[in-house]
């Protein structure tokens, strides 16, 4: 059967699905809705709590009824999520939002990497996969990268101006997604498969029992929490070097662009960094926050490029190792799991993020992350390897078939 279509669709879709142009005015927009820094961390956290208890159910929903309509479910969940944000006056109007929107996310996570790696393996093309998936991410990246500097002329316009667009992005996404060719799903069940229960509770023992797949999960846990802690650090960081606030469009472009570039190339990326790719990409983080840490002028900024280069290779490389070992029928509900797992690590760091910045300058922060992630990638890579057994390193056995 032939699904190359869904392929050149994808590449549409990315570019659309998570065109959110918030990323240089969210923490500003929060503020000036009179929040704290801790009280937007604890909405985070939230937000990362509502995707643990819908990650894996909404994952099932995509295995059993189909990642296309799990996907259609998904956009409408955000475009209704940032209308809230637009009307939201008070801390639990936005926890309302946060909800939704996490929500909107789970029933997106996993159903379209999913859809795309096995509409690929019916044609046996699913090596192409890290290559396919590399360059949808770029084209993500290189659209946020464009709305990154609308983002900063239109708030300056009106306050709510990046939500209502980032609305239209996600109609258009809905759009583009109807264009997708649901491919079938190997070993499952009659027309709706096994039960939520029973296929939530197969897919959790197939984790339990997989010694690879739980591997590269505690990464992607610890990573997860620098990862997204660094985004809400920021701003806190430019206003501290004294870069105004006009300019940060422009940065945020940049930072996106950076992103977009190494994502292309994830592929020669890892073939260059194997078998350390994991550990490089922590490094990377690592002496991007010491950078932060020390640096105390406005160039400093310039650090966080090596986190755009994590950031572009992180999905490419960690599902290509994930979806190599996870059967079709239960791709969508595993990945699930990944990410519950991921948000959930997150759900109890933000808050102690957030009292840490409250607390202390940004520069100390940076120096603390650094400090910490040093700490627990060591920790995770020896973890990684007393399971695995390994003599070696533990991509080498990851990547083994």
């Not at 490419?316 to 994930?322: A, E, W």
Request: aromatic share 14%; proline share 3%.
């Amino acid at each position: 059967m032939d699904f190359s279509k869904n392929i050149k669709t994808y590449y549409f879709y990315s570019t659309f699905a998570e065109l959110l142009i918030l990323g240089p005015i969210l923490v500003l927009f929060l503020i000036a809705k009179g929040l704290s820094f801790t009280e937007i961390m604890v909405l985070q956290s939230i937000s990362a709590i509502a995707v643990v208890l819908f990650e894996v159910p909404t994952g099932a929903v995509a295995d059993k009824i189909g990642r296309k309509e799990s996907i259609l479910i998904g956009a409408l969940l955000w475009a209704i999520s940032l209308g809230f944000y637009v009307l939201g006056k008070s801390f639990p109007m936005f926890i309302l939002a946060e909800v939704i929107f996490s929500l909107g996310a789970t029933f997106k996570s996993g159903a379209d990497n999913a859809l795309i790696y096995d509409s690929l393996k019916v044609m046996g093309r699913e090596k192409e996969f890290q290559s396919i998936e590399g360059k949808a991410r770029s084209f993500a990246l290189y659209a946020q990268a464009v709305g990154s500097i609308i983002a900063g002329f239109v708030y300056e316009v009106n306050k709510n101006l990046p939500f209502l667009i980032s609305v239209v992005f996600m109609l258009v996404t809905i759009i583009i997604t109807l264009r997708f060719k649901e491919p079938p799903i190997e070993g499952k069940v009659g027309k709706y498969g096994i039960n939520y229960l029973q296929q939530i509770k197969e897919s959790g023992k197939f984790i339990i029992s997989h010694e690879k797949i739980k591997a590269i999960i505690i990464f992607t846990m610890m990573f997860f929490i620098f990862y997204r802690t660094a985004f809400f650090y920021y701003q806190p960081y430019m206003e501290a070097v004294k870069i105004p606030v006009r300019y940060f469009g422009i940065i945020f472009f940049v930072f996106n662009i950076t992103a977009a570039f190494a994502s292309k190339r994830s592929h020669w990326i890892m073939d260059k960094t194997k078998p350390k790719t994991l550990t490089f990409m922590a490094l990377l983080m690592i002496v991007s926050f010491v950078l932060m840490g020390t640096v105390k002028v406005w160039f400093g900024v310039f650090a966080i490029l090596f986190q755009q280069v994590a950031r572009g290779i992180y999905r490419p490389v960690t599902t290509k190792y994930l979806n190599k070992h996870i059967p079709s029928d239960k791709r969508a509900t595993v990945l699930s799991f990944q990410s519950l797992a991921c948000n959930l690590s997150v759900a109890i760091a933000f808050p102690l993020m957030g009292v840490l910045k409250d607390h202390e300058n940004i520069f100390t922060t940076h120096m603390v992350l650094g400090l910490a992630m040093v700490i627990l990638t060591v920790m995770t890579m020896r973890y990684m390897k007393a399971r695995l057994g390994l003599k070696s390193n533990v991509e080498v056995d990851i990547e083994a078939h």
